[in-house]
């Protein structure tokens, strides 16, 4: 993978200790294609093997942390061969960043939607903007959450309550989403103040025993996880065949409320 490739799509800034990725379609609202999806994971796996970075900001550049997934890319797919391939890179990226052997924290402002959302969801702490909105939205167009939102749902808030949002597909505000523990803390004012006061109080701590600490759960959940995302991506390859996707995906070039059959 050449490094032309991936710097279009993510902004990379080291920073001391702190090394900060900022996906980089804002045209797009930094919806995930294979491209960007890919230069995530390289740039992470960069940095997993510095012994300067102990933490890792993920953040979007202009008014969103990302939309999810590219659905004008999902549009286009005809061979159920490249629909495995991306689901091999989200699942790559997800585990790549659950177990990075950094602290890593979600700056989140705008929509965290879908795969977006289960991208935050997957670092150890997420800050939101006042604004924000957060989503695990897959059920609009008939398909399950991947990039592991069945494990990191059901890990934060247990089976029921897990299910009962992934069904309903609801959008929260940053508070709802506090209330629920899928966030850790709500920006009051500047997002970017209440992430330098995180960022210079973790470096204050011990942070090695830090690490060690996720290094120790993420090596446990690990099973579960690669398990998860296996069954997420066959589960999402029956679903990307159903009426039901096709009519999701339909109403939403047509902006207007799918109607559904259940098959």
């Keep these: 993978m050449k490094d032309n490739f991936v710097t279009d799509k993510v902004n990379v800034k080291i920073n001391g200790r702190v090394a900060t990725l900022e996906m980089n379609r804002p045209e797009a609202l930094n919806a995930l294609d294979v491209e960007l999806l890919r230069g995530l994971t390289y740039k992470l ?13 993920l953040t979007g550049n202009g008014k969103a942390f990302s939309a999810g997934g590219d ?15 991306i689901m091999d890179c989200i699942n790559e990226l997800i585990v790549t960043l659950y177990s990075i052997p950094k602290l890593t924290i979600s700056a989140v402002k705008g929509a965290a939607a879908g795969l977006g959302f289960c991208l935050a969801l997957a670092t150890d702490y997420i800050i939101a903007d006042e604004s924000s909105k957060l989503a695990m939205n ?9 990039g592991g939102g ?8 247990g089976e029921v309550k897990a299910k009962q949002l992934i069904w309903d597909g609801k959008v929260m505000n940053a508070e709802e989403a506090l209330q629920l523990g899928l966030i850790q803390e709500i ?20 942070i090695q025993a830090m690490i060690k ?7 446990k959940n690990r099973p579960q996880l690669l398990k998860i995302l296996e069954l997420e991506k066959y589960g999402q390859q029956k679903m990307h065949q159903s009426y039901d996707h096709q009519e999701g995906i339909r109403a939403f ?3 207007r409320s799918p109607h559904f059959l259940g098959k």
């Design 45 to 57: 796996k960069e940095i997993c093997v510095s012994d300067e970075v102990d933490i890792v900001v």
């Design 71 to 85: 659905i004008k890319s999902m549009i286009s797919l005809q061979d159920e061969n490249d629909f495995l391939f």
């Design 138 to 146: 897959f059920i609009g167009i008939g398909l399950v959450p991947d």
């Design 150 to 157: 069945h494990f990191f749902l059901e890990k934060r808030l």
């Design 187 to 206: 920006s009051k004012g500047n997002l970017h103040e209440s992430l330098e006061t995180r960022i210079s109080d973790w470096l204050e701590r011990p």
């Design 213 to 219: 600490t996720k290094k120790i759960l993420a090596e």
């Design 253 to 255: 070039i047509e902006k």
